[in-house]
């Protein structure tokens, strides 16, 4: 009798956990999460923007339409479409960007910490490539509707291969990507100069002649 009783109210509690378990699911599950830029950003996004407020608009982003400005140094614009740009990508684990690269302009050796990244030329020439935790180096020259992709976190780089203005479209597996780019890494910031010929094996007029290009001190 009593191990029928135990059987009883274990069956009992094994319903009501699938039942609770169940109803949680429910109550968790979204369709989407339009970020509330107004909150505080955390590892896993923004708050979510109420539904009542929410409009088709949110879900349109047109600023990749417009060429980015190439007017500097490096000759290369990157147009974000990020959390923070449209906040409609929050919790999805997915974002863009447009990448213009004018003649003889390049996009230095850099690296995405929390994303991939998936490219797909829409005009002109691009040489690319990436080099693995192990140095092998991936790399080839891409023409109009041919893509590459780059794993998550691998220093990659983008160079305009033609006579003409190259644009590409990209994609990456989180709303915010992340972005450390080497030479501004190593350069444009207040190290000492001693410490960056130290890891670079550069002597110290390169050093300081870099430091001044990209805007570092010390």
């Not at 109420?50 to 400005?69: C, E, I, P, R, W």
């Not at 140094?73 to 959390?83: D, E, G, H, M, R």
């Not at 684990?93 to 797909?120: K, N, Q, Y």
């Amino acid at each position: 009798m009593a191990q029928r009783t135990r059987k009883t109210i274990f069956i009992s509690l094994l319903f009501f956990f699938f039942f609770f378990i169940f109803m949680l699911s429910g109550t968790m599950a979204q369709d989407f999460c339009v970020g509330d830029l107004s909150g505080a950003q955390t590892p896993a996004g923004f708050p979510c923007k109420k539904v009542a407020q929410v409009t088709v608009s949110d879900f349109v982003f047109s600023g990749l339409a417009k060429a980015g400005n190439t007017s500097n140094i490096i000759k290369a614009a990157v147009t974000p479409a990020f959390v923070n740009q449209f906040p409609a990508v929050n919790g999805l684990g997915i974002s863009a960007a447009r990448l213009d690269i004018a003649p003889g302009g390049v996009v230095p050796l850099h690296t995405h910490p929390a994303a991939s990244e998936f490219l797909v030329v829409t005009q002109g020439t691009i040489a690319a490539g990436f080099i693995t935790s192990s140095n092998d180096v991936y790399y080839t020259t891409l023409r109009k509707g041919d893509a590459m992709v780059f794993p998550q976190g691998l220093l990659h780089y983008q160079i305009n291969a033609g006579g003409v203005t190259a644009v590409a479209i990209v994609s990456f597996s989180s709303p915010s990507p992340g972005l450390q780019i080497t030479p501004i890494a190593l350069f444009g910031n207040d190290l000492p100069s001693a410490l960056v010929e130290a890891v670079t094996f550069l002597d110290d007029a390169e050093v300081k002649r870099l430091k001044k290009v990209l805007g570092g001190s010390g």
